[in-house]
């Protein structure tokens, strides 16, 4: 059975750091691009980083770049994204997905074979 399982969400106050975990069974975490979307009320889910666990390639939205780090554990089957320096725009659900590698993948929310349940980050200012 395909597994990610998000953890690390919570309440932080503006300027705080988070770190959210996924936790990945039931496939070959290797040959996957695995991520983070996000959804916020009354906005559609958007994608925030995403990193290549075949050759550790990594992407990030521009709203995020330079405070949140993703970096995955392929021992583990695990990936973590860092969030530092916390605005308030950033509450959300936070979501872990994951999809194949293939040349014609695209990390986007239709294109993904696999979605956790999400967690809740939520800032306050």
């Known amino acids: 059975e395909v597994q990610l399982v998000e953890s690390g969400g919570g309440l932080v106050q503006t300027g705080g750091s988070l770190r959210l975990s996924c936790a990945a069974s039931g496939f070959t975490f290797d040959d996957y691009v695995i991520g983070w979307f996000r959804q916020a009320p009354g906005k559609e889910r958007e994608g925030v980083s995403h990193?290549?666990?075949?050759?550790?390639?990594?992407y990030y939205a521009d709203s995020v770049r330079g405070r949140f780090t993703i970096s995955s554990d392929n021992a583990k089957n695990t990936m973590y994204l860092q969030m530092d320096s916390l605005k308030p725009e950033d509450t959300a659900v936070y979501y872990c997905a994951g999809a194949a590698d293939t040349p014609t993948m695209e990390f986007d929310p239709y294109g993904m074979d696999y979605w956790g349940k999400g967690t809740l980050v939520t800032v306050s200012s």
């Open positions: 990193i290549n666990n075949n050759d550790g390639s990594t």
